[in-house]
Every structure is written in structure tokens, then in C-alpha cells.
């Protein structure tokens, strides 16, 4: 081991790439500086295992990229960790290697030199080319004003970023995977690719693009892909050690686009790409209509040529395996760990000569070895269409294997059951306040409210919507406080045959405005304190209004629940507006049998008990405010409704007040609920249910609320 640390800094000495620095304290923009001498940092670290496996896995824990950061400002931008294995009488060593200042060529150069110093031969190794040097005749020539027009022209009307899966980018710990492509299909790739006049590598970005419009709901996809600035065939470009790759963006259509005329798009495409090689990520991004505070894609693709030896996971355990028989004769085992950029997902095609190897990287839980399946279903489908039919469109192409399409057609459709489909949203209601109307339904700031008046006032309230025109699939917005109110007109639009609208008050004022355009309600109720948040409505009905109320006390609404419009549960019931983070909101209609089919799961897989008590807090505009108020009140148990702007202790004491038995939060407010009480305090608290959803819930939140 000694030994090899001596052949590596030995190799340090020879390349500037290794002895670079980047300073950024207290200067105006971060510079890089080339040291005369770089002194390799070995950290041997203490380690209790009772195998060699439990050695290594601690290791790989303490210090995967992940959680352990490489210090920019010291070179070599590289970190060795020692640890001896007593059980097995060895040592283990992990390199960390960063990608500011190498590329996967320059792994191999390190890897050839240090051979050559093992093998007494460094001293014959030619002088080694400078980085600096290379990179300052790479940018000779560079042409910013180019760079611009060839992204412009290419990226200027994304407006949305291209997300797969949600994934953003979070920091949080990946998996990885990988497969090989079987000969026959790595046989007929190579064969289709040669008949279309393009390289292996065209037909991989095509495929990926498949993937990507499958996973992130688009048709037209942006991705980084990898390009290699060591195109230039000479002696210096591939000797030399650096970081020689840029990731540039590629947009590829696949709505209407035909698989033939697909694939001579992404030839030209990557033609163009290669000569703006040297163009920065941050100005091709420029050049897209996307918000600067979104990135304008989160997937990566990399094609790579490698040797059939070493195309592979460098940590698979065929790899280790024969680490571990090339070092065993010095008891010294070289650990690697995988490489990893910041993209969430990252897919590689490493190109054997023979064959072809698939791996992928992704974060947020998502199965990689399905990522890989994804892949090469889709080599498959675009093969096939290239062989037999080139005018099939791409959007039709499948990346499905048939095992999971038929899972997800037929196996996850297996979801026939009896419920109620032909009732409607507020006959629930109906039916309960029937059934106790003397029973109460929801209680505020410590006021109860029985079925059987809050039904009286519904119809009251039902019958004036009728005469101001609402009637069956009539859109009605709702914008007040969390309040008895609020629940009246719910119940009251549902039974004049309208779809409410939810208009939180606390929203911005233009996207209030956009949702009251886009929509068109009817009219929008309200208070008189509230109402200057929606002057872009029709009308307004204000609830606390005098004339409003003298209306209401002149409806008897006697009747209603018998004689209300003809509606059925194909009617609508209430729109939700997506949030718009990625583009512009849109507005999502749910009919009453939708919502009935979510209330009936509930019934069955967390039915109510009589001594019950719910409380309602989430917003109106959420869908899960859906089943925390019409769940208990089809099913008579009493809702508390929480004043708007409840902080966590307040919260608490109505939690502990009325022995709320389930309770609805975000992530966010759940870790702010575990962090402001202790687990005494949490003790009083009688909630056997707790929901936490409308943002990623970390494992590590999960454990806080295990442990409390």
C-alpha cells in the first residue's frame, strides 16, 4: 500500500490538473491556481468490524460523496482513506477522486502511470502534457456570439424544464445498476445504426429521449448529454490529465416526430453539439425561456467507448473480485467508489466493441434496475421500428418491458369493488344528517354545529345559488377562511349542482386572478373582508353580507335533499389547480364518482371508530382536503376546524382539547410539530392516525417521528 501511495504522488507531481487549487475567499470570482508541490492527504481511520465487509461498509459510509465534500481550496482535489482490517489481517484503501479536475481518460492515464512506477519504468514515461496548456488552445478560437445563436435557435422556446419523475436534484443518497445488452439486440443496434448512416451513439440519445418522455409526462425533452473535447487524434489530447468533457444540453422532439426521421434529426444535432463543445452549460441555459431559478433539465446521458474489460461498474463484483485477486499478494485491497454528478438521474451506454453495458444513477427512491429496463426497452422498440416501419411515430414506441405494461395494464387494474358509485359528494352528507341530525358535525373556536342545522343552512344557501344561475357542472368559487362558512358553501354548491372552485385568500393576488380567468366561475362567495382578493369574478356573494343574509333566512330550503337538480356522479364536484412550479398552473376537474371511490378506500381500509374526533386544517386548495372534511362528515364523526394561521402549539392544545384522533400535516409542519415538543408533551397528544403528505417525506423524518 506504501508503495502505491508512492506511485501516486509521483503521478501527482508529473500533471498541473492534480496540484490545482480553487480559491474563492474574499475575491470577486473564484480562481484556479496550479501549486508548484501537492501534498496527498491519507486519513487512517479507526474502524470496528467483525468481517472485512463490515470494514469496507463503514468506510464507504463515513465518506460517500454524498456526505463527505473534498476541501477545493487544497490540492490535489483528491482524498485517500486508510484503514486496516484486523479480522483479516489487511489493509483497505479508498481514493476519492473530483470531477473538477479529471475525466474518465484521466482515470486511466493515473491508473497506466502508476502501473509504470510499480513496474520500474516511470522514468521512461514521456514528459506529460499540461492542462493548462491544452485548455488554453481548446479556447483559442472560442466564439461566445456562436455558442449563443446555436442554443438560441435551439432552446429558446423551452419554457419547462424536463423533470423525470419529479426529481430535482435534492442531494439525497442514489442507487445504482446496470445491465448487459443481450448479443443478439447489441448485434441488430449495430446493423440498423450502419443502415441508417449514424453511429451506435445517435441511436443511444434517441432511445433515452423515449425514456425521458415516458417518465417526465413530455413530448418534447431537454437532457445533458456528455461531450468529449479529446475529439482532436493526437498523442497530446489523450495523455494529457484534466477535465476534458463539458455537459451540454440536446432537445429532442418525439410528439409527432417518425422513428427515421428521428434518428437523422439527433445525427445532425450532435453533429452541430460537437462543435460548440466548449460552450458553457451556464450560457446554453441562458438561451432557454425556462425560470432562472429552475434548472432546465435534471437527467444526464453519458456514451462511452470503453474496452470490453473495463466497460463495467468499476465496483462490481466482478471488479472487486479482481482487485482482490491482483492485490492479494500484498494483503492490499484498492476500494473505488462509483462516480456521481449531481444529476439526479444519470444513465450511461458503454460502448464494448462487441456489446453494450447500460448503467444508470438515480436518486428519490426510484428503482434503478428499472431505469436500466427502460433502456433497453426502448433500443428495442426504436431497433424494431427502424428495421420494419421508419414512419412510425416515436410517442408510440414502448419502454415498458412487457412484464411491467402488463402489470400496470391488468395486474394494478384489478381494482373492482362495490361502493356507492351512483351517489353523489353531498349525499353522503344527506344521508348522515338523516340519520343523526342531532349529532354534531363540526365545532369552531369551541361552537358546535349539528347535522341538522348545518343541512338547513346548506339548502338555504343552495337554493340562492340556484336563483343566481348555479346548476349542474356551473362553476362556483369559493374564497374564505377556514371557517363554518367555508363548509356551508361547500355543501351548498355541491347541492345546487355546481363545482366549486377553491380560491385560497393567502394566495398571490395574480394567481388568484389567473385561476378566476381560466375558470370563469359563476360567482365567487366570500366575505366582505376577503372580497377585494377576487374583483376579477362575475359577481361576489359575501356570505356576512346584510342583504345576503336577509336572502338567506327567506329560503326555506325545505325539500332540497329531495328535489335538488337531476345530477349524477359523472357530474362535476370541484376543480384543483396544480401548483405551477413547473410552467403555468392548470385546472384539474374531479367528478363526484372520483370522489366517491376515494372515500370509499377510506371506509374500508381505515374505517372510523364512534369515539372518533377529526380535525381539519389542510387548505381548500389541497386534494386531501377532501377526505379530512367529507370523510367524517358522511360517517358522523365531529370536525374541528382549526383558525386559519394555527401555529404548532396552538395546534397542540386543540389536539389535546377535543382528542383528535387523526390528524393531516406536510412534511414540513410534521418536522416543526416533532422539533417545538418534546416527547412528554407529545405523549397527551391521543391521534392514532397521522397523514404526512404534499412534499417529500425524508427518511430522516421518518425516524424523528418513529422515535417520538
Known amino acids: ?81 486508510i484503514a486496516h482490517d484486523r479480522e483479516n489481517n489487511r489493509w483497505l484503501m479508498l481514493q476519492l477522486l473530483h470531477h473538477l479536475v479529471i475525466d474518465d481518460v484521466s482515470r486511466k492515464i493515473i491508473r497506466e502511470e502508476i502501473r509504470s512506477y510499480q513496474e520500474g519504468c516511470f522514468d521512461e514515461l ?122 451540454l444540453p440536446i432537445r429532442i422532439r418525439v410528439a409527432e416526430t417518425a422513428a427515421g426521421d428521428g434518428i437523422r434529426h439527433v445525427d445532425e444535432l450532435l453533429h452541430q453539439l460537437t462543435r460548440h463543445r466548449n460552450a458553457s452549460l451556464a450560457l446554453a441555459q441562458e438561451c432557454s425561456s425556462v425560470p432562472a431559478r429552475a434548472p432546465l433539465f435534471t437527467a444526464l446521458f453519458n456514451y462511452r467507448h470503453r474496452a470490453a474489460s473495463s466497460g463495467r461498474d468499476p465496483i462490481s463484483p466482478e471488479s472487486q473480485a479482481s482487485l ?35 448503467a444508470a444513477q438515480v436518486e428519490g427512491g426510484i428503482d434503478p434496475v428499472r431505469i436500466c429496463s427502460f433502456m433497453r426497452t426502448a433500443l428495442e422498440s426504436l431497433v424494431d421500428a427502424l428495421e420494419r416501419a421508419p414512419g412510425t411515430l416515436l410517442r408510440s414506441l414502448q419502454v415498458l418491458p412487457a412484464r411491467e405494461r402488463d402489470q400496470v395494464l391488468h395486474e394494478w387494474n384489478q381494482t373492482q369493488m362495490d361502493y356507492p358509485s351512483h351517489l353523489c359528494l353531498h349525499e353522503r352528507f344527506e344521508m348522515q344528517a338523516k340519520r343523526t341530525p342531532g349529532a354534531t358535525a363540526i ?32 362553476i362556483v368559487g369559493i374564497g374564505l377562511d377556514r371557517s363554518p362558512e367555508m363548509v356551508l358553501a361547500l355543501l351548498g354548491v355541491l347541492k345546487a349542482g355546481g363545482a366549486y372552485l377553491p380560491l385560497d385568500p393567502a394566495y398571490p393576488r395574480e394567481r388568484l386572478a389567473f385561476m378566476i380567468s381560466d375558470a370563469q366561475p359563476q360567482c365567487v362567495i366570500t366575505s366582505r373582508a376577503l372580497s377585494p382578493a377576487f374583483a376579477g369574478a362575475q359577481s361576489l356573494l359575501c356570505v356576512d353580507d346584510p342583504e345576503t343574509l336577509i336572502l338567506l333566512d327567506r329560503m326555506s330550503g325545505a325539500g332540497l335533499d329531495h328535489s335538488g337538480p337531476r345530477l349524477t356522479s359523472a357530474n362535476s364536484a370541484c376543480i384543483f389547480y396544480t401548483s405551477g412550479s413547473t410552467g403555468r398552473p392548470r385546472g384539474v376537474v374531479l367528478e363526484h364518482r372520483n370522489l366517491m371511490n376515494r372515500l370509499a378506500w377510506m371506509d374500508a381500509y381505515l374505517p372510523f371508530s364512534e369515539d372518533e374526533t377529526c380535525i381539519a386544517r389542510v387548505s381548500l386548495s389541497f386534494a386531501d382536503s377532501i377526505c379530512e372534511i367529507f370523510g367524517p362528515l358522511s360517517q358522523g364523526i365531529p370536525t374541528v376546524l382549526t383558525p386559519e394561521s394555527t401555529g404548532t402549539g396552538r395546534l397542540t392544545d386543540l389536539l389535546v382539547s377535543h382528542g383528535v384522533t387523526r390528524l393531516v400535516l406536510v412534511p414540513s409542519l410534521l418536522r416543526s410539530l416533532l422539533e417545538s415538543h418534546t416527547k412528554q408533551q407529545l405523549s397527551r397528544l391521543k391521534v392514532r392516525y ?16 418513529s422515535e417520538k
Open 1 to 81: 500500500m506504501d508503495f502505491y501511495l508512492e506511485a501516486l504522488r509521483a503521478v501527482i507531481g508529473r500533471h498541473d490538473a492534480l496540484r490545482t487549487a480553487i480559491f474563492w475567499k474574499d475575491l470577486a470570482e473564484p480562481v484556479q491556481v496550479v501549486l508548484r508541490e501537492a501534498l496527498l492527504c491519507v486519513e487512517e481511520v479507526e474502524l470496528n468490524g467483525e468481517s472485512e465487509e463490515d470494514v469496507a461498509g463503514q468506510i464507504c459510509e463515513k465518506f460517500h460523496p454524498s456526505r463527505y465534500q473534498i476541501d477545493f481550496s487544497r490540492a490535489p482535489l483528491m482524498l485517500v482513506v
Open 126 to 247: 514521456p514528459a506529460a502534457p499540461q492542462f493548462s496548456g491544452v485548455l488554453a488552445t481548446l479556447h483559442a478560437d472560442d466564439e461566445k456570439a456562436e455558442h449563443r445563436s446555436f442554443f438560441r435557435q435551439m432552446l429558446a422556446d423551452v419554457e419547462e424544464p424536463t423533470i423525470p419523475f419529479g426529481l430535482v436534484g435534492d442531494g439525497n443518497p442514489s442507487t445504482k445498476a446496470s445491465v448487459d445488452i443481450d448479443p443478439e439486440l447489441s448485434m441488430r443496434i449495430r446493423s440498423v445504426s450502419a443502415a441508417s448512416k449514424v453511429s451506435a451513439a445517435r441511436l443511444c440519445h434517441l432511445a433515452y429521449a423515449l425514456v425521458l418522455a415516458k417518465i417526465s409526462g413530455q413530448s418534447d425533452v431537454v437532457f445533458g448529454t456528455v461531450v468529449s473535447s479529446r475529439r482532436k487524434a493526437t498523442l497530446v489530447m489523450y495523455s494529457v490529465v484534466g477535465p476534458l468533457v463539458n455537459t
Open 324 to 358: 482482490d485477486r491482483t492485490h492479494a499478494s500484498r494483503q492490499t485491497r484498492l476500494g473505488v467508489f462509483e462516480m456521481r454528478t449531481n444529476y439526479p438521474l444519470n444513465v450511461a451506454v458503454n460502448d464494448l466493441g462487441d456489446g453494450f453495458h447500460i
Open 443 to 474: 365545532v369552531y373556536e369551541n361552537q358546535p354545529l349539528t347535522y341538522g342545522d348545518l343541512n338547513r343552512r346548506a339548502n338555504r344557501l343552495a337554493c340562492l345559488l340556484r336563483e343566481k344561475g348555479v346548476g349542474p357542472d356551473v
Open 690 to 705: 397521522w397523514f404526512s403528505s404534499g412534499e417529500a417525506l425524508t427518511a430522516s423524518l421518518a425516524r424523528k417521528f
